[in-house]
T-cell receptor, first 110, second 115 residues
Framework: QKEVEQDPGPLSVPEGAIVSLNCTYS??????FMWYRQYSRKGPELLMY????GNKEDGRFTAQVDKSSKYISLFIRDSQPSDSATYLC??????????FGQGTRLTIYP | GAVVSQHPSRVICKSGTSVKIECRSL??????MFWYRQFPKKSLMLMAT?????????EQGVEKDKFLINHASLTLSTLTVTSAHPEDSSFYIC???????????FGEGSRLTVL
């Protein structure tokens, strides 16, 4: 079993829709959780960072962590074509290396 | 925000040659840098972790003699792909951890094509 599971998609939704991206994990020691966005041929950029269970909101983005279920989500409201990218979840503990999900390819069409 | 510069962004080389990729943290000191490899439509695969002034720690299955990593200063790490072969063609990405804040920043990546 992989430490982090993420549906690779592809996921295609119309502009303005709410997008839900998810990851599950098996290591209960993970302490912090991130979502990265990666445009084609570019390096990943950090979108959201959460440390505890619950919700964290930043503009159109909401990150949700449920440690009891080992499940994290990223919601994108009022999705835009510019949100089309690959979204990677990542998690870690202490100063150790991050473990990445496979990434979900998202396309927002006008 | 903090920036990690990776150079070159693209390199094409002949089989058998060596290629060096640089990763620099521009406005912070990076105590730890990570090197990843990414195949098309796949996630990042951690190759090695390098700490300034010490030998890199390689992930299982990554040849340390093939992928030489040097982290000589708090702002620079280099990855050298030695005796490159076409199967080494990939997207290589570095990330750097800010020694003060612990935040992790990624470079823009380097696309290597070996002919």
């Amino acid at each position: 079993q992989k430490e982090v599971e993420q549906d690779p998609g592809p996921l295609s939704v119309p502009e303005g829709a709410i997008v839900s991206l998810n990851c599950t994990y098996s290591n209960s020691a993970f302490q912090y959780f991130m979502w990265y966005r990666q445009y084609s041929r570019k390096g990943p950029e950090l979108l959201m960072y959460t440390y505890s269970s619950g919700n964290k909101e930043d503009g159109r983005f909401t990150a949700q962590v449920d440690k009891s279920s080992k499940y994290i989500s990223l919601f994108i409201r009022d999705s835009q074509p510019s949100d089309s990218a690959t979204y990677l979840c990542a998690m870690g503990q202490g100063a150790q290396k991050l473990v990445f999900g496979q990434g979900t390819r998202l396309t927002i069409y006008p | 925000g903090a920036v990690v510069s990776q150079h070159p962004s693209r390199v094409i080389c002949k089989s058998g040659t060596s290629v060096k990729i640089e990763c620099r943290s521009l406005d912070f000191q990076a105590t730890t840098m990570f090197w990843y490899r990414q195949f098309p439509k796949k996630s990042l695969m951690l190759m090695a972790t390098s700490n300034e002034g010490s030998k890199a720690t390689y992930e299982q299955g990554v040849e340390k003699d093939k992928f030489l990593i040097n982290h000589a200063s708090l702002t620079l790490s280099t990855l050298t792909v030695t005796s490159a072969h076409p199967e080494d063609s990939s997207f290589y990405i570095c990330s750097a951890r800010d020694g003060l804040t612990g935040e992790l920043f990624f470079g823009e990546g380097s696309r290597l094509t070996v002919l």
